[in-house]
């Protein structure tokens, strides 16, 4: 991808334009988060509820005064620490940021991409003046994620002035949501960034889930991340019995798994995914994207582990089986 491309893409934004680009996590849908304007392009191209709110995206830490306020030395750490990188802080607003961005709420989700073309993107466009991109991932509302440039034109077409391609995503699911805006932080969103190299930043564990006040964020649905066709967990030594019943009831079935295939047949479509959790997330979407195109009667993934390098997956997984079909 050239500077001319970047430059180009800034002033798209600049116009009120969407442009989708990579991160590390997957393809974001951008917009300049200071238009309300631009923003609301990307609730009617993704069909998100209004709600809903957004992650805006910065060239730095430094920006975070332009977004935030009362902001704690933990922020300032945490970034030091994982930006650029795939981790979300919640932080309170200031009063400039629009409530498109927010979904009305008094705090707003902020965090520095890894990836270096969306870096430059955001120096282009953001410059000195603290501009930041708001920008959700780059398809329609609760369905699977993009991890290529190809499935973001695959999904919204048209809709997008301009996309970005920097191959494939590198982590491949979006980031970890941390609220710092209460006195107990939380992870609301789990990620690649787990919660005990937080917990190493802060000297202290964070708290695992939404409690009662905390504040809406992206991803957080019960249903969301999911394919058109059913998909359903089991543990790996339930696949056999899966296979079978597909067989008997002459239905095709797709299934993602860790483990070799303990049978062949005409009916059933077998991808193995890599067994350990950053090769597993790295694939997810992409594996989940392509069985999903198959027609197949379900996709039958295997359970992972309930560890903690795996819950950010098992959390895709479960959105994902609640909002399929």
């Known amino acids: 991808m ?3 491309s970047v430059a180009r893409a800034a002033e798209l934004l600049r116009q009120g334009e969407l442009v989708a680009f990579p991160t590390e996590t997957v393809y974001g849908l951008g917009a300049d988060a200071a238009n309300p304007a631009a923003v609301a392009k990307i609730f009617a191209a993704k069909g998100r509820p209004a709600d809903h709110p957004l992650i805006v995206h910065l060239p730095g830490a430094d920006h975070l005064g332009r977004w935030a306020r009362d902001i704690p030395a933990s922020a300032y750490a945490l970034a030091a620490a994982f930006w650029p990188g795939p981790l979300t802080l919640i932080l309170k607003r200031r009063p400039n940021v629009p409530d498109a961005v927010t979904g009305g709420q008094d705090t707003v989700g902020l965090r520095v991409p890894g ?8 120096r282009e466009f953001g410059g000195a003046d603290g501009g930041g991109l708001a920008a959700p991932s780059a398809n329609r509302f609760g369905r699977i994620s993009p991890t290529t440039a190809e499935h973001v034109r695959a999904d919204l077409g048209a809709a997008v002035a301009l996309v970005l391609d920097g191959g494939p995503c590198a982590v491949g699911i979006e980031s970890t949501i941390l609220d710092l805006s209460a006195a107990q932080p939380a992870i609301l969103r789990p990620g690649m960034v787990g919660a005990e190299a937080i917990a190493q930043v ?9 409690g009662a006040a905390a504040p809406r964020v992206s991803g957080s649905l019960a249903a969301h991340y999911a394919p058109r066709t059913q998909l359903v967990l089991v543990p790996g030594d339930g696949l056999p019995i899966a296979l079978r019943a597909a067989i008997a009831a002459n239905e095709k079935i797709a299934v993602l798994s860790c483990l070799e295939q303990p049978l062949t047949h005409e009916l059933v479509v077998w991808r193995r995914a890599p067994a350990e959790a950053a090769g597993f ?11 999903d195109a198959l027609a197949c009667a379900r996709i039958v993934v295997q359970r992972p582990p309930q560890t903690a390098a795996w819950r950010a997956i098992l959390d895709r997984l479960q959105r994902a089986a609640a909002g399929s079909g």
């Open 202 to 210: 802060l000297g202290a564990a964070p708290a695992l889930g939404a």
């Open 2 to 4: 050239t500077d001319d």
């Open 115 to 122: 990836h270096p073309l969306a870096l430059a993107l955001l």
């Open 281 to 291: 997330a790295h694939d997810l979407y992409r594996n989940l994207r392509e069985l």
